[in-house]
């Protein structure tokens, strides 16, 4: 429709929210997506520093 990436782009995060974007801002609504693997990894960490700390 003769539209260039970055309106594309502009359009659909109005319509859909940041998560569309393949590198979403950090703002308080994707703090979660950006924090989440961090916490994620720090608790398999501590998951397995507990089992061998058992052994």
């Not at 859909?16 to 997506?33: A, I, K, S, W």
């Not at 693997?37 to 720090?42: E, N, T």
């Amino acid at each position: 429709e003769g539209k260039n990436e970055v309106e594309i782009i502009g359009w659909m995060t109005e319509r859909y929210g940041d998560f569309v974007r393949y590198n979403p801002p950090l703002t308080g609504q994707t703090l979660v997506l950006w924090a989440l693997p961090v916490v994620l990894l720090l608790l398999m960490a501590l998951i397995l520093w507990r089992v061998r700390a058992k052994r």
